[in-house]
C-alpha cells in the first residue's frame, strides 16, 4: 500500500481480555517495529522484524506480549490478559533496511489501546 | 547500547524568531541521528537525518540539524519559526554497528510551541 496501515484505529477492551493489533507495511519493506507511546512519555521500542531473520523482542515488557510477521508482510502484536497500564498508542513503523539501516521509517497512524 | 535525550520537555518561540531543540545522544560508534515531528492527531513523520558527511543536514520544511561529534549532539533548528511548526518533536539514534540490536532509540520528545 501506500502507507503503513494500522488497525483498529481505536480499542476498548475490559481488563483481562486478549487483543490483536495489526499492521500492514509498506510493500517492499522489509523492517518492521512496534513501538509504544505512552500519554506524556516517549517513543518504547517493543520489537523488529527484519526479513526472515529472528525477531529482536528485548523490547516487550512481559511475556504477556507477542507479535508475530507472517510472510514477511502483515504483523500482529497482542496483549494477552490486558493490564490499565497497557493503554497506550501502539505504533507501527517499517523501512527499507539496507545494510547499516541508514533508513528513516515511515510510520503508521497508531492503534490507541484503551484498558478499562 | 544507544541512547538519546532530550533535555527540554517543551519550548516556546514567537514567530518569525529561530528556534532550537536539543538532542544529545550517547552510542558506541558514529551514530545515525534522526528527527521525526508528530503535529497534533497525526501520525510520526520523518524529519531528517544524519548519516554520514556534511554535519548540517537539511530536512522537510525549513528544519535543518547540525550533528556535533565533540559535543554528541543534533539540535534541530530553523531560522524562522511558523506557528505550524507547533508538534512534538523526536530525536532518535541508532547504532550502525547494531551492537544494541537493529531498533531505533526515541528521546522523550520536545513539545515546541510556536507563539504568533
Known amino acids: 500500500g501506500a502507507g503503513v496501515s494500522q488497525s483498529p484505529s481505536n480499542k476498548v477492551t475490559e481488563k483481562g481480555k486478549d487483543v490483536e493489533l495489526r499492521c500492514d507495511p509498506i510493500s517492499g519493506h522489509t523492517a518492521l517495529y512496534w513501538y509504544r507511546q505512552s500519554l506524556g512519555q516517549g517513543l518504547e521500542f517493543l520489537i523488529y522484524?527484519?526479513?526472515?531473520?529472528?525477531?529482536?523482542k528485548s523490547g516487550l515488557p512481559s511475556d504477556r506480549f507477542s507479535a508475530e510477521r507472517t510472510g514477511g508482510s502483515v504483523s500482529t502484536l497482542t496483549i494477552q490478559r490486558t493490564q490499565q497500564e497497557d493503554s497506550a498508542v501502539y505504533l507501527c513503523?517499517?523501512?527499507?533496511?539496507?545494510?547499516?539501516?541508514?533508513?528513516?521509517?515511515?510510520f503508521g497512524s497508531g492503534t490507541r489501546l484503551t484498558v478499562v | 547500547a544507544q541512547s538519546v535525550a532530550q533535555p527540554e520537555d517543551q519550548v516556546n518561540v514567537a514567530e518569525g524568531n529561530p528556534l532550537t531543540v536539543k538532542c544529545t545522544y550517547s552510542?558506541?560508534?558514529?551514530?545515525?541521528l534522526f528527527w521525526y515531528v508528530q503535529y497534533p492527531n497525526r501520525g510520526l513523520q520523518f524529519l531528517l537525518k544524519y548519516i554520514t558527511g556534511d554535519n548540517l543536514v537539511k530536512g522537510s520544511y525549513g528544519f535543518e540539524a547540525e550533528f556535533n561529534k565533540s559535543q554528541t549532539s543534533f539540535h534541530l533548528k530553523k531560522p524562522s519559526a511558523l506557528v505550524s511548526d507547533s508538534a512534538l518533536y523526536f530525536c532518535a539514534v541508532r547504532d550502525p554497528l547494531n551492537t544494541g540490536g537493529f531498533k531505533t532509540i526515541f528521546g522523550a520528545g520536545t513539545r515546541l510551541f510556536v507563539k504568533a
Open positions: 522484524f527484519q526479513g526472515n531473520s529472528a525477531p529482536d
Open positions: 513503523a517499517s523501512s527499507i533496511n539496507n545494510p547499516g539501516g541508514a533508513s528513516g521509517y515511515t
Open positions: 552510542v558506541s560508534g558514529n551514530p545515525y
